[in-house]
Structure formats: structure tokens, C-alpha cells
């Protein structure tokens, strides 16, 4: 995680988390990790897919739940499993996986 020029992306559901997701960014940028934003008009799907190809260790899809306070299903790359974070817990973790 720690040489990728994006360790997160955020991935949009709709218009509605669009703010959400960006606040969510810049949180994290000011934290220090390298994020991206996908708030295009293409599927959910194929914006994991996109993250998944672009080999991005981290993808974040954000919707209604996630907005509401409900923990985050973060996609590791290369891994079947999700990690489920709080949003409290997000920026430790991240630079936990980002330590050589």
C-alpha cells in the first residue's frame, strides 16, 4: 500500500454521496493518505472494476449506509474478505497497512 500513488478510492453510489464522499477525501488527505474520488455516471460496478484494474489496495464504495454512520466494507485488493471500519478507525489503519 505504501507505493501506490492512490491507496484509497472512494467510490460513489449516486449524486446524494458525491458530498460525502469528497468530505470523506479530504479528511484523509489531510491525514496524509494518497485518495481518489469516482463519482462518475458509470455503474457501481464498473467503477470497482476500474479501481480493481488500476490495482488500488483499498476501495471504499459509499451509499446511503455509510452516510447514515454505518461502518465502512473496505475492498482490499487482491483479497475475497472486507474489512468492515469505522470511520474513527479508518486513518489508523490505513497508515498501520501503509508501514513498511
Known sequence: MWMAPVQVQLISVGEGHVEFAQELATEL???GVRVGVDDGDDTVGNKI???ATEK???T???GDKE????PFKVRVFG???ELELK???LVDQIKEESKI
Not at 67 to 70: A, I, L, R, S, T
Open 29 to 31: 488527505k489531510s491525514a
Open 49 to 51: 472494476r476500474k479501481a
Open 56 to 58: 488500488v489496495p483499498w
Open 60 to 62: 471504499i464504495v459509499l
Open 67 to 70: 452516510v447514515g454512520g454505518d
Open 79 to 81: 483479497q475475497e474478505l
Open 87 to 89: 470511520r474513527e478507525e
